[in-house]
T-cell receptor, first 111, second 111 residues
Framework: DAGVTQSPTHLIKTRGQQVTLRCSPK?????VSWYQQALGQGPQFIFQ???????QRGNFPDRFSGHQFPNYSSELNVNALLLGDSALYLC??????????FGDGTRLSIL | KQEVTQIPAALSVPEGENLVLNCSFT??????LQWFRQDPGKGLTSLLLIQSSQREQTSGRLNASLDKSSGRSTLYIAASQPGDSATYLCAVRNRDDKIIFGKGTRLHILP
């Protein structure tokens, strides 16, 4: 049984570009959450998707957007990349009243 | 606004010792609290989940306690081993379903 899978594992972009990160949840999970983790910090909640809709959102600008597909997989899109967007982006999936399971993340570097 | 604090930020102990990691939170109206382990460059591995109605959870050499009224949780690791070296993160799930992480404690077990 595959856990949460994220792609790509590493990505290098330049300022102003756009990026799309992908996440496949653990089998049986229907809720996907995205987090940004800067070096030496704890993960910061970006948003959560359930039934293909954004259910919760953290304190992130509109440059950060997402999508959830009917198979529960999800994408995180970031437009107009800034140097400060360099971080590890983590995806977590969960089911009702279940703990979150995390993927290994996508390491995004902005040059 | 919920804030989660973890003390100490870093800890080094000799192999075989028992140790305690601390986590405090400012808003006691939580749904649950979860302890995670994160190895360098990797995602998060869930260790223990404590529901708001519970006082403690145990898994092997790990024991986590929760005192909701005082806004505190501890993670006790017995008979520490070099393989326990990692960053340990505490996260609370609020009643509004948002999850807030602490910055973590970097643990180093000395062989």
């Amino acid at each position: 049984d595959a856990g949460v899978t994220q792609s790509p594992t590493h990505l290098i972009k330049t300022r102003g570009q756009q990026v799309t990160l992908r996440c496949s949840p653990k089998s049986g999970h229907d809720t996907v959450s995205w987090y940004q983790q800067a070096l030496g910090q704890g993960p910061q909640f970006i948003f959560q998707y359930y039934e293909e809709e954004e259910r919760q959102r953290g304190n992130f600008p509109d440059r950060f957007s997402g999508h959830q597909f009917p198979n529960y997989s999800s994408e995180l899109n970031v437009n107009a990349l800034l140097l400060g967007d360099s971080a590890l982006y983590l995806c977590a999936s969960s089911g009702y009243n279940q703990p979150q399971h995390f993927g290994d993340g996508t390491r995004l570097s902005i040059l | 606004k919920q804030e989660v604090t973890q003390i100490p930020a870093a800890l080094s102990v000799p192999e075989g010792e028992n140790l305690v990691l601390n986590c405090s939170f400012t808003d006691s109206a939580i749904y649950n609290l979860q302890w995670f382990r994160q190895d360098p460059g990797k995602g998060l591995t869930s260790l223990l989940l404590i529901q708001s109605s519970q006082r403690e959870q145990t898994s092997g050499r790990l024991n986590a306690s929760l005192d909701k009224s005082s806004g505190r949780s501890t993670l006790y690791i017995a008979a520490s081993q070099p393989g326990d070296s990692a960053t340990y993160l505490c996260a609370v799930r609020n009643r509004d379903d948002k999850i807030i992480f602490g910055k973590g404690t970097r643990l180093h077990i000395l062989p």
